[in-house]
């Protein structure tokens, strides 16, 4: 707040708006959320999900999930930085598998941020890759709390179009904001992944949101 953050994030879906984001403790990231996002939290009460609960403690050996955005102005970025309770040597092949593969999809998906590309043509390439490489279940999500989109535009809303989905045929053009989100949801263990915000350049995709892209680890 000290640096600008207006504290509300803006929706455009009607309910969703959230004050700074999701922060979902090691397996509840994967609970069903009506928020149309790949990350979901238990929070204090179904009524009041966001921001977690006091309550609920991070515990060694564990994954933090945090899901924020920084408005300044009315304009916004959204970003997902995971972090791991313990030594990083401690974190599971599979999730760290999983993580890097997210890594893999976002710079893929950002090379491929520059004028005329199809975001239809992203999101079919990026859930037929996820598909083959083993990662289909939980891409984006597991279960009823599965979401069919690996990004979306952003601006005065954090859910603005174009959105990286089936369907969106219209090409990109240069200017326009992304927030670009491959996540893997691991059962009873949490949601890895990532999330940052690009701008659409005939270059590609430029970050807006820093170069930290792995778990960080907190000992």
């Known amino acids: 707040m000290e640096q600008g953050h207006q504290g509300i994030l803006r929706m455009e879906n009607y309910g969703e708006e959230a004050f700074l ?3 979902a403790a090691g397996d509840s990231g994967n609970y069903p959320s009506v928020f149309n996002g790949p990350v979901g939290l238990r929070g204090m009460h179904p009524a009041t999900p966001h921001m977690g609960s006091a309550a609920r403690r991070w515990r060694a050996g564990e994954i933090l999930t945090i899901d924020a955005g920084f408005g300044l102005a009315g304009y916004q970025t959204d970003k997902t930085q995971v972090y791991w309770s313990g030594d990083p040597a401690d974190i599971p092949d599979r999730a760290q598998a999983a993580h890097d593969f ?3 999809v976002q710079q893929w998906i950002a090379d491929r941020l520059k004028p005329g590309e199809l975001p239809g043509a992203i999101w079919e390439h990026c859930r ?3 598909e083959q490489s083993g990662w289909g279940e939980g891409f984006m999500a597991l279960g009823g709390n599965k979401v069919h989109f690996v990004g979306h535009g952003i601006g005065l809303a954090i859910d603005e179009y174009p959105v990286l989905a089936g369907g969106f045929d219209l ?3 240069a200017g326009m904001v992304l927030a670009v989100e491959p996540k893997i ?3 009873g263990f949490g949601m890895v992944g990532v999330e940052n915000t690009f701008a659409v350049t005939p270059g590609g995709g430029q970050c807006l949101t820093g170069a930290s892209h792995g778990i960080i680890p907190i000992l």
């Open 185 to 187: 949801g691991i059962p």
């Open 102 to 104: 997210c890594i893999e």
């Open 128 to 130: 037929g890759w996820a």
């Open 171 to 173: 090409p990109l053009e």
């Open 21 to 23: 984001g999701h922060i």
